[in-house]
């Protein structure tokens, strides 16, 4: 049993700051806790009363008879750790503390938190916020935080903002057939984190699928280690917000959490089996789709419609996210054309062209052909479905009814998605056709909006790919190499948090990265010369290997396309010599010069991309691909995953950029050696887990050819010291280390 | 008065195929006539019947004793012809056309439809279809679509699809707010088309607002002229569907119209004022909040909320959706700090932190600071407003249904637009809050999603600027020039749709486009030595000009760098024997060549840019700009606007690409001469206007400096062969103009 367990199905509940207003807290959650008919014990707490609701009502939690197993907790901040103190002595399990004014509220309030959650250890109490809204679990009939009308289901809600879970449990009531099991209002995390709420959601044998509303998260690390496991047991649907720059100085300004860049939380939480709702208004709908319906295997979606505009919105919509039609084999579509008008198109979208005006039982008949064939993984029915009744004749409603009942049993035949979006599907209360609230109550969503739902058939798909990706075994990483934990040593005595260029590849090299060409550090001319000499005479680039000039193109310290040892023995000289004068410029002082770095010219025709890994202040170390170049810059075409990272992952990084395209090769060109892209994506992963020392890496830019890959510029910080070399500041360019000749 | 008005307010209406069967058209419609109390006459027409539903039933058009405006004909296809003649007899205006089996079902439906509209013009009456659902005027009470709960207002509908209709009408009555005034199933425009529907409804005082649900058009061009008239007097909101591939042959299959290009469509029909709805589940949110509020100024935006959550999420979704959180005034942020408690937001987006939990009157307080700021050009309300009487006190309903009258008397006062998301938005019939149906009914809009309160914000900025769009003067347009209409001939003469590259550059050149570098055609050596000279003796770029040989980097017909006066001779040399060689290879003979081109080497440094001309089977010449290299092409990130542009459609163009921004200048480069760019971009239009023989126009690649821009490479491709030389089909690169040295 989960250590929340008694937490979220207390056997008695302790209201702390019990009171008589009914606009207060403290009288509404008891009020609500009768209404509800919970089954153990409510103790009232308030010295200064005697009865609320027909309960007694105690001085203190000690003059409490029994045991508590629940606090919620209503009184100011700054009673509070005497509270929890009180907490400890009587045992209790979990406190509910709804104040604000703690750590969102600045130092004095930091302050406080820290002792309250101090006293919280020591006593063996945990706390739920502060600054929270509440819990429910209807399962429990244990409503504290106050909502009302909350159907029974198994939907579990973390939320970061209480009126958000207001708004989905608002929704669910309009929606009339959606339940959630248990809320949690997440509040500042001051003791219990999200992470340790979502396992227990994936223990609660009441909770079915998982919604999550983030602003931010204090350990994204463990939430994401928590996510892995839970999202391969139930659905999570994560709503992040503060996406943009409005909305992340917003979301501080409220919450005080550090809400980090969307593409970094967009990449980790998918690596991790989230499904991603990207709009507050679809989060309810997709977790109802995932709850009720089987992930779909691959992307195959047969429509079956009752007129052209609803298939051919339908087939937009499809492949806009990413969906594919399903090819109809020869039989199913020889039986569609048998049992339909010869007007109808069995092609899919099947348009069935009137054929079910007269007759929607029809629709069951198209269904079951549909289902049956092997190449369909999911059936969307759009259009009029349940509204026949009402738009053509009364007498239709009951053949309706009967056919929602056999597209019910197919649906649990075959065990394949079945969706219906109905026009008449956002009829509420009494104008809600029959059929319509039949069919849902037999497990099949039904949507007013086409849109909505592609979108959770798109989600199935996520769900099953999610399900679908390997665990990670955690035995192929690198250990710490001797070679880098020596440059480590190195870095640390003489003071520098920049690791060298030929430290860095050496370091990569060590984890596993075949660097395609050689390269040599050169102390002296004759070193150099002797270095051009090996590689065979072929034109060479030499820049200066110094961690006193990072911006080495423009300090002059960056020579191409040398093609004899004249011209290899003068860039050396020029290169110190310019290393060294913008070094006095800047800085006033000679640079410390490990050398000059000796590598062929790169042949032309790469596709210039980049790597980087950074870390990010929730998620930890995460790893950034994306095409290099002025343009995707501008585009922000990259894309993140967190370390470490599993093979599965480095590919389908490659597949997410929007440009991936350019990756197979456009314009006649090969595709690119994606095989060694992985290998040098899962070195970096590699070297980067194995060294949590390594505070930012940027090899940028890396060429992919059709044979191998050829890193034209690595550098490697260590903690300590990150200014000024971020993956936005980047100076070097393809052209400045390709071969013209 | 509008020429399709009598057909739209009948004084009678005859029912041509009447029926007693409750099933059938020819019933329902009269029934709906009588239920709905149109004033005028109704004249059901069967031979085979005598009383339908209490009117006499006459047994053919001859013997209705009236006059009849407009006439329902519900028989079959092969009578229509018949009976257009027989209404042609009897004077009727208009006739609806239900049956399908004309255009959209073959060859054979072709000729009849064919025929029909020749006897229809003869006679003087107008078709609407056939193959359509019917059409409605609910200010006139005259629905002979069939469909039931019509709310009377000002939503004019054009369809494709009667579904869609449908769809719409049942949105609009769950909406319970939402009123249309005249649908039109536009069927295959066999007759009236497209625009002149949108003509009528220019017209027509009882609409306010149109939508327009678009599969294809028959006459896109003309279609475009009306909306641009249109759209500056009334919101034209329209859904184009079979945006994908997928979507077009299900369009396609379905009603036999030409679903063109989305990015096409999206680009023309912006560029004439249309409001674009991209999801079908957002077109009726448009068309209510366009119909209710006035277009916004600016994009400057204030959120007031009352929880963190739904701040955050409206600030990301207006940044995602264009628009700008306003800054407020310093005396405004005084004046909510001194009515807010001080844990308040004051700052945009409000968070009210609690300060109308207890007097959510404070909303309309704060409602008016904000809306008084001159930097606020529109408000969105978010949260639970107009649901505190059900989540806190019964007694707030009272003091909410106040507050929502000042936020009508200020929307009225300030005249910007203010909408309202609440979280009990989606509440319908009983459960509705009664402050919501409140505010609504005065004229404000609430939503019960967040993200479509933001998009009805945006489109209501975008219908701002279409109307600020300056009218089309028409004059500036060039003249056919002579030089031109000789090249013309000269191509008819020698029977070739090849124009070749001096003479593209010279029609551009007489249509006003300045070229910034000379260029010479040489006929031998000597010539282009003697060019070389001319240009100064900097390097130049040679290459063949000859119709018949469109892929001259692959024929080795192109030589860059030449810097010298014996190179450029070995060169003309060496383009002319490679060209015939190709030539031979490819077609067996020797090309006709016209010379050799020599120009100087383009500069380095430029941004590469594509400008194309196409001829759209629907809108006509549509103009295409983009950025050039393989990426952009991968992300196609192209914008299209129909001929003849304005200057501001030009500048419009080089804004919507997505990675505009490189335009400006990136990583420290100037930012690119846009006068210039849009000087060549006005002046293609104007040649391609002037010349309707030009088929296809292509500069590719165009090379954008910070001072001016350089066309590369130019074809004009005359109507009679388009053959391998589209827009996708570009061989030439910048690297192969630009000089290296």
């Keep these: 049993m989960h250590a929340l367990h008694h937490i979220f199905y207390p056997g008695s509940i302790a209201i702390i700051g019990a009171s008589r207003d009914p606009g207060k807290r403290g009288f509404r959650s008891i009020q609500k806790l009768l209404e509800d008919g919970f089954k153990g014990a409510i103790y009232p707490v308030n010295p200064r009363e005697t009865e609320i609701l027909g309960l007694p009502v105690f001085a203190s939690l000690a003059d409490i008879p029994g045991s508590v197993d629940l606090a919620l907790i209503c009184t100011p901040a700054k009673m509070l750790p005497g509270i929890i103190a009180q907490c400890g002595v009587k045992n209790v399990r979990g406190a509910v503390v709804l104040a604000g004014g703690f750590a969102e ?13 101090e006293e919280a250890v020591r006593q063996n109490v945990r706390i739920i916020g502060p ?5 429910f679990n209807t399962h429990a009939a244990c409503n504290i935080v106050g909502f009302s009308h909350l159907k029974t289901g198994g939907i579990g809600l973390l939320s970061q903002s209480g009126n958000m879970a207001l708004s989905l449990v608002t929704e669910a009531q309009a929606n009339g057939h959606v339940g959630l099991s248990t809320y949690v209002g997440i509040g500042n995390e001051a003791d219990i984190r999200f992470h340790e709420y979502l396992e227990y959601f994936r223990e609660d044998p009441n909770t079915s699928t998982v919604i999550a509303y983030v602003e931010g998260m204090k350990d994204g690390q463990r939430f994401l280690e928590a996510l892995r496991r839970v999202a391969r047991a139930k659905p999570v649907v994560i709503y992040k917000s503060g996406r943009t720059s409005a909305g992340r100085s917003s979301a501080q300004s409220h919450t005080g959490a550090l809400a980090g860049d969307y593409a970094v939380s967009e990449g980790v939480l998918k690596q991790a089996g989230a499904i991603l709702a990207r709009k507050s208004d679809e989060i309810l709908s997709l977790a109802e789709a995932l709850s009720l319906l089987e992930p779909i295997a691959s992307r195959r979606i047969a429509v079956l419609a009752d007129g052209g505009g609803h298939a051919t919105i339908a087939a937009d919509s499809l492949t806009e996210h990413g969906l594919k039609l399903a090819s109809l084999s020869d039989s199913a579509r020889n039986a569609l054309a048998a049992i339909l008008p010869a007007s109808a198109v069995v092609a899919n979208p099947v348009d069935v062209a009137g054929g079910t005006d007269s007759n929607p039982a029809v629709f069951a008949d198209c ?22 009744g009402v738009r053509f004749s009364q007498a239709l409603t009951l053949i309706e009814m009967e056919t929602s009942e056999r597209i019910a049993i197919l649906h649990r035949e075959y065990r394949k998605p079945v969706l219906v979006h109905s026009l008449y599907g956002g009829l509420y209360a009494d104008l809600r056709p029959r059929p319509l609230a039949l069919i849902r109550e037999r497990g099949i969503p039904v949507y007013d909006s086409l849109e909505r739902a592609v979108r959770c058939l798109q989600a199935l798909a996520e769900f099953g790919e999610a399900r679908r990706r390997p665990m990670w075994s955690g035995n192929d990483l690198a250990a710490r190499s001797e070679g880098f934990e020596k440059v480590l040593a190195t870095c640390r005595r003489e003071g520098r948090s920049v690791v060298l260029e030929h430290e860095s590849r050496q370091a990569l090299e060590e984890a596993g990265v075949e660097m395609s060409v050689p390269y040599f550090v050169a102390a002296n001319t004759d070193e150099a010369v002797a270095a051009f000499k090996t590689l065979g005479g072929a034109p060479v680039a030499m820049k200066i290997v110094s961690a006193d000039v990072i911006h080495k193109t423009d300090a002059g310290a960056v020579k191409l396309n040398l093609i004899d ?13 310019n290393a060294q004068r913008y070094c006095l410029l800047q800085c006033g002082r000679l640079p410390d010069i490990a050398g000059v770095l000796v590598s062929p010219m790169a042949p032309k025709g790469g596709i210039e991309v980049i790597i ?11 790893l950034m691909f ?7 810059e501008v585009l922000r075409d990259v894309v993140f ?31 690119i050696d994606k095989d060694a892209l992985v290998r040098l994506i899962l070195g970096i992963s590699s070297l980067c887990t194995a060294f949590p020392e390594i505070a930012e890496l940027d090899l940028n830019p890396v060429l992919a050819y059709p044979n191998g890959v050829r890193i034209l510029d690595a550098r490697i910080l260590l903690d300590g010291d990150a200014s000024g070399v971020g993956i936005g500041d980047r100076r070097m360019r393809e052209e400045e280390y390709v071969a013209t000749t």
Tied chains: 1, 2.
């Excluded at 040892?565 to 010599?577: M, T, Y």
């Excluded at 980087?612 to 995460?622: N, Q």
């Excluded at 590919?651 to 060109?669: H, K, N, P, Q």
Aim: no cysteine; proline share 5%.
């Design 105 to 117: 509220a600045g130092a004095a309030g930091e302050l406080l938190q820290q002792q309250m959650v």
């Design 131 to 135: 600054n929270t809204s509440g819990i």
């Design 367 to 388: 269904a079951r052909i549909l289902l049956a064939d092997p190449g369909v993984d999911a059936l969307l029915v759009t259009g009029l479905f349940g509204g026949y």
């Design 565 to 577: 040892e004249a011209s290899v023995s003068g860039a050396f000289a020029e290169i110190v010599a």
């Design 612 to 622: 980087g890994v950074v870390r990010d202040p929730s998620y930890g170390p995460v």
């Design 626 to 632: 994306g095409l290099g170049g002025v343009l995707v």
């Design 641 to 671: 995953r967190s370390l470490p990272l599993m093979e599965t992952d480095a590919y389908s990084m490659l597949e997410d950029i929007r440009a991936s395209r350019i990756l197979d090769g456009v314009r006649g060109a090969l595709p």
